[in-house]
């Protein structure tokens, strides 16, 4: 099975900064991931579908790329708002998986 | 505007088997691949399956033994069954819409405690 594997589990940051998580399968898994935004006791909300299409009404500060087995989600300028926990997920055929997730904080 | 909502037991005890099922309102159940989802406490997000609206399954191969995962089109539900539950089954289990679209709409989620 595709393993997925996050890139920091924590980071912390300042109002403005240009943040970027990384997300690697561990073997090609096309354009195939999403990302996702988890904030406490919440559902998680999708942002970014096929590596690098923004879902709709997700701020455009909101970027993700990548193809194969490596992935970026990049925040532009980070926001109080953006405070929570990011997750990629591959879903390749007749199966999914998520990353074990990055922890955002506002310095 | 679609939504979706879980509902079943909250606390079982080992060895029991723990059933969810989810409500799809304001939009059909067809065309969709339909999962479920859990989170430990503090943890991060599992995925247990996914149904296809024609019936076809496929979960997760380290639950895939315990779990069934089925779909009631004339009330727009789809469900779990996971046998034999544990400690370790205890999670928020969540539903969602899935598709090439990535899982782009998701229940509220539900608790589910395992304690003798």
């Known amino acids: 099975d595709t393993q997925m594997t996050q890139s920091p589990s924590t980071l912390s940051a300042s109002v403005g900064d240009r943040v970027t998580i990384t997300c690697r399968a561990s073997?090609?898994?096309?354009?195939?991931l999403a990302w996702y935004q988890q904030k406490p006791g919440k559902a998680p909300k999708i942002l970014i579908y096929k590596a690098s299409n923004l879902h709709s009404g997700v701020p455009s500060r909101f970027s993700g790329s990548g193809s194969g087995t490596e992935f970026t989600l990049t925040i532009s300028s980070l926001q109080p708002d953006d405070s929570a926990t990011y997750y990629c997920?591959?879903?390749?055929?007749?199966?999914?998986?998520f990353g074990q997730g990055t922890k955002v904080e506002i310095k | 505007q679609v939504l979706l909502q879980e509902s079943g037991p909250g606390l079982l005890k080992p060895s029991e088997t723990l059933s969810l099922t989810c409500t799809v309102s304001?939009?059909?159940?067809?065309?969709?691949?339909w999962s479920w989802i859990r989170q430990p406490p503090g943890k991060g997000l599992e995925w247990i399956g996914y149904l296809f609206y024609t019936d076809s399954t496929t979960s997760n191969p380290s639950l895939t033994s315990r779990v069934t995962i089925s779909v009631d089109r004339s009330k727009n539900q789809f469900s779990l069954r996971l046998t034999s539950v544990t400690a370790a089954d205890t999670a928020v289990y969540f539903c969602a819409r899935d598709s090439d679209y990535g899982m782009d709409i998701w229940g509220q989620g539900t608790t589910v405690i395992v304690s003798s």
């Open positions: 073997q090609s898994i096309g354009n195939w």
């Open positions: 997920q591959r879903y390749t055929s007749f199966s999914r998986a």
């Open positions: 304001g939009g059909s159940i067809n065309g969709y691949y």
